[in-house]
């Protein structure tokens, strides 16, 4: 293997270095020193007490939020322009939210194809992963349904597929079942992994669920803004 190959073999698949946030001004600090470095193929769960800075860590690793001090690394590189972040969060990066942020009058197949329409995806190739993923979460039969339509688990299901539309390399999870029962959560946790698994995708997730935390490879805690790994 040659040297480059070697160091590219290394390079961590994300990376955050001294981050801190704060907000208005200085007055809300909230990250304070945060360093994180995760390489392709790695599962990491994020715990700690609510308010301790879970998404706005993940906020900052997927580019949706920049830092007040610090940088983010994706594959090596610091993503510095605005169009550079936008095309990572399209090509490079699947965001699963807190609250799923789906458009609740559009339909579960409208929802998930708007970010491979945005990112210049043919509508045809975008329709040929729309069904693969709705057929391995078991949403096909909901397709046209509108989102307000949904179970919790549904939607869910329906947030994941839309995160994993463009083959993301990684995938930045917040609470990706924290709204649902103990057993649709276990059950929609499950789907998760396993698609994490056969697509060969790096997880980042935020979780107040120990039991689903200890199903990932690393366990990092916050806490107050600070990360201990
Ligand atoms: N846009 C904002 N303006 C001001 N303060 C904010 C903003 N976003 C987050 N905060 C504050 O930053 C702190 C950390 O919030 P964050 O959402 O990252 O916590 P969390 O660990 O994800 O919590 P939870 O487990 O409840 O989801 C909180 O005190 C929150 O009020
Ligand atoms: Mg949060």
């Excluded at 390079?11 to 360093?35: C, F, H, M, R």
């Excluded at 879970?54 to 997927?62: I, M, R, V």
């Excluded at 339909?107 to 992963?129: K, M, W």
């Amino acid at each position: 293997m040659s040297k480059v190959a070697t160091q590219n073999a290394k390079t961590p698949l994300i990376q955050g270095e001294n981050l801190w946030k704060s907000y208005e001004a200085g007055a809300i600090p909230v990250l304070n020193g945060v360093d994180l470095s995760v390489d392709a193929g790695e599962t990491v769960a994020l715990c700690g007490p609510s308010g301790c800075g879970k998404s706005t860590l993940l906020h900052l690793l997927g580019s949706l939020d920049e830092p007040t001090r610090g940088r983010v690394l994706l594959n090596g590189r610091e993503l510095k322009r605005s169009s550079e972040r936008r095309n990572a969060l399209r090509h490079e990066v699947g965001f699963v939210f807190q609250l799923h942020n789906l458009l609740p009058d559009l339909t579960l197949e409208e929802n998930c194809l708007i970010p491979s329409i945005a990112a210049g995806i043919s509508r045809r190739d975008a329709l040929v992963r729309f069904e693969q993923l709705a057929g391995r979460t078991g949403l096909i039969h909901r397709r046209a349904q509108k989102i307000q339509k949904l179970s919790g688990g549904e939607r869910q299901r329906t947030a994941l597929c839309r995160a994993l539309m463009n083959r993301p390399a990684l995938l930045l999870a917040d609470e990706p079942t924290g709204s649902l029962d103990e057993k649709t959560s276990a059950q929609v946790f499950e789907l998760l992994m396993e698609l994490v698994a056969t697509e060969g995708i790096t997880l980042v997730m935020a979780t107040h669920d120990r039991a689903l935390a200890a199903k990932c490879r690393r366990l990092s805690e916050m806490h107050e803004g600070r990360l201990y790994v």
